[in-house]
């Protein structure tokens, strides 16, 4: 078990430029998870994935965000035309979630964080 | 649907007890417990489904009031390991399948 792992770990970029993070999650796990996170706030859920299917993606969220999970494996999360108010911590989260999708599948699953990508957006 | 969290903010001492609250105005089907401390990634604590089980671990348990839809996290005999900001994130019934997360509980154990 080598943990969730993002890249980069900060990153920092002037407005209207494009950005890219990815994030590697525990081997097996089939779920992984996208949120944002700004100071003195909790996690506010992005999008998720089961497998390579982008299952959920927040009614919040620009369009200017796309995530990707080709295979199943590693994901993508890309931000188009940077504002300064995207910035914020970026975390991604994997587990080993139930197979038959449903309501209350991610209830008997503990999501592995990874440590985040901090962007900065000036 | 978001769930709301208290206190913001709490300061003991090790060795006193505290209680943090998480309430959600929706039918839940699990409340899952994470800690975060400054500059690192959340790490799970606890899940509690449905069914008002009380989970332990360690000196720090959860409760799950189904009728209420709100869980308690009770952290005692405070260490100061337990500082950091304390985050419920809630599964609600009739939702989709993710978790939405609180503002937090800012906890701060001093010696």
């Known amino acids: 078990d080598t943990g969730v792992s993002q890249n980069p770990r900060h990153k920092i970029t002037k407005r209207g430029q494009n950005v890219t993070f990815r994030c590697d999650p525990i081997?097996?796990?089939?779920?992984l998870y996208w949120y944002r996170q700004t100071l003195g706030q909790g996690p506010e859920f992005l999008t998720y994935f089961q497998n390579e299917a982008q299952l959920e993606k927040s009614r919040l969220l620009s369009d200017r965000f796309s995530a990707e999970r080709p295979k199943g494996s590693f994901s993508t999360l890309e931000i188009q035309r940077t504002e300064q108010g995207d910035s914020a911590m970026y975390l991604c989260a994997s587990s080993l979630g139930d197979l038959r999708p449903g309501q209350g599948a991610v209830g008997r699953e503990k999501l592995f964080f990874g440590s985040g990508t901090q962007l900065s957006v000036l | 649907q978001q769930p709301v969290q208290s206190p913001q903010a709490v300061i003991l001492r090790e060795g006193e007890d505290a209680v943090i609250n998480c309430s959600s105005s929706k039918a839940l089907y699990s409340v899952h417990w994470y800690r975060q401390k400054h500059g690192e990634a959340p790490v799970f604590l606890m899940i509690l489904l449905k069914g008002g089980e009380q989970k332990g671990h360690e000196k720090i348990s959860a409760s799950f009031n189904e009728k209420k839809q709100q869980s308690s996290l009770y952290l005692t005999a405070s260490q100061l390991s337990y500082s950091g900001t304390y985050f419920c994130?809630?599964?609600?019934?009739?939702?989709?399948?993710?978790?939405?997360f609180g503002k937090g509980t800012k906890l701060t154990v001093n010696p």
């Open positions: 994130g809630t599964e609600t019934q009739g939702g989709s399948e993710k978790l939405v």
């Open positions: 081997s097996e796990h089939n779920r």
